[in-house]
Structure formats: structure tokens, C-alpha cells
């Protein structure tokens, strides 16, 4: 498994609060990528990275931020939560080496908004 | 956005058939892969198919490529308990920033 964790795992927050949730990986991959996922869905890329420092928009960015000051870190920021960012949101690695776009997803942070 | 259209939505069968699940898209993608998400977990990649046309088997899982680039399709040979689970397919386009585009996905529970 690719090793890939993401803190908090479980968090409920108010309306209005900032969140932030954290992504780390050890495999010294380039690529990052952060999705939220909701019943119906799929899967929806919010951000990602292509460096340190290298950030661009998803489909779904409105609301959130992010950061990336180290390879191996990249944060997802709610500035001020609401209740329509109720989901669970994974974290994705990949080095597009060669041909592949192949991404390895961490275990998940369920995020709960009251 | 742009969707993937997955379907079955969610299937139930009985342990020992066999599955078939596809995804389409109005667009044309370089690469599709199928996950598998397990309740609580995070996806884990099935199968990664990179030519049109491309038929690749994993143990009892067999996805295509198709030929026309804007479907796939992933078959399960002979279910068994623990195949349960949400299946994604995802796309890919040509380009160097790996976005993918994943489809609804297919909720499978099999009945031992």
C-alpha cells in the first residue's frame, strides 16, 4: 500500500469554524490531490499539486484552500465551514511516471458540519 | 462538469455469477482505471487499462478499454463475499497534471 494517511480520520465541527485536514505521504511523489466524496457523486477532484508551492483548482474548489510547502504534506483549509462540506474527503498521490496516471487514495477523513 | 456515466448504479447477486458493470462519457480519455472502495476505506485501483481496444485481466476481473475511447467496462467472473464494495472507473485525458474524472459508481452486495 501506498503510504498515504490523512489526519483528523473523524471531525465535527460548527458552521462558520475553520477546518483544516492534512495529508502526508512518504512516497516522495510529486502529484497530490484532494476530492470530496458524497452519495451519487463519485468522487469530485476539489485541488491539486503539482509541486511544492504548485497548487491549481478542481471541479469543486469553491470554499476551500490549499498548501504545500513540502513534498510530502498538502492541506485542504475550510475557512469558514458550512454544512454543505459535509463529506468525506481523500487524499491521492501520483508521479505520473511513464505512462501511468494511476492515483493511490488514503483512507479518508469524514467531515461533519452541524 | 464532465461525468462518467457508470452503470448499474448498485447490483445484488447471488455468490458464484458473474458481474458486469460499464462506464461512458460524451468525452475521449487517454486512460481509465477501476477502483474498488471497501466501507470506511479509501479506493484501491483494480485494474489501469492505456489503449484503446486494451482487454487486461486481474485474477477474476477483466476490464476493456474500448475501442472508441469513451467507454469501459469491468466484468467479475464468479462472485465471491468479499467482491462487495463500490466500484469507481475513472478517465483520464492526455496532459501531465493526472486529473481524473471518476464516474458515480456501481454498490455491489452479494448474497452468500
Known amino acids: 500500500d501506498a503510504g498515504i494517511t490523512q489526519s483528523p480520520r473523524h471531525k465535527v465541527t460548527e458552521t462558520g469554524t475553520p477546518v483544516t485536514l492534512r495529508c502526508h505521504q512518504t512516497?516522495?511523489?510529486?502529484?497530490m490531490y484532494w476530492y470530496r466524496q458524497d452519495p451519487g457523486h463519485g468522487l469530485r477532484l476539489i485541488h491539486y499539486s503539482y509541486g511544492v508551492k504548485d497548487t491549481d483548482k478542481g471541479e469543486v474548489s469553491d470554499g476551500y484552500s490549499v498548501s504545500r510547502s513540502k513534498t510530502e504534506d498538502f492541506l485542504l483549509t475550510l475557512e469558514s465551514a458550512t454544512s454543505s462540506q459535509t463529506s468525506v474527503y481523500f487524499c491521492?498521490?501520483?508521479?505520473?511516471?511513464?505512462?501511468?496516471?494511476?492515483?493511490?487514495f488514503g483512507p479518508g477523513t469524514r467531515l461533519t458540519v452541524l | 462538469g464532465q461525468q462518467l456515466n457508470q452503470s448499474p448504479q448498485s447490483m445484488f447477486i447471488q455468490e458464484g455469477e458473474d458481474v458486469s458493470m460499464n462506464c461512458t462519457s460524451s468525452?475521449?480519455?487517454?486512460?481509465w482505471l477501476w477502483y474498488k472502495q471497501d466501507p470506511g476505506e479509501g479506493p484501491v485501483l483494480l485494474i489501469a487499462?492505456?489503449?484503446?481496444?486494451e482487454l487486461t485481466s486481474n485474477g477474476r476481473l477483466t476490464a476493456q478499454f474500448g475501442i472508441t475511447r469513451k467507454d469501459s467496462f469491468l466484468n467479475i467472473s464468479a462472485s465471491i463475499p468479499s467482491d462487495v464494495g463500490i466500484y469507481f472507473c475513472?478517465?483520464?485525458?492526455?496532459?501531465?497534471?493526472?486529473?481524473?474524472?471518476f464516474g458515480q459508481g456501481t454498490t455491489l452486495q452479494v448474497k452468500p
Open positions: 512516497e516522495n511523489h510529486r502529484y
Open positions: 491521492a498521490i501520483s508521479d505520473l511516471a511513464g505512462t501511468t496516471d494511476t492515483q493511490y
Open positions: 475513472a478517465g483520464a485525458y492526455s496532459g501531465n497534471t493526472g486529473k481524473l474524472i
Open positions: 487499462l492505456y489503449k484503446a481496444g
Open positions: 468525452s475521449i480519455f487517454n486512460t
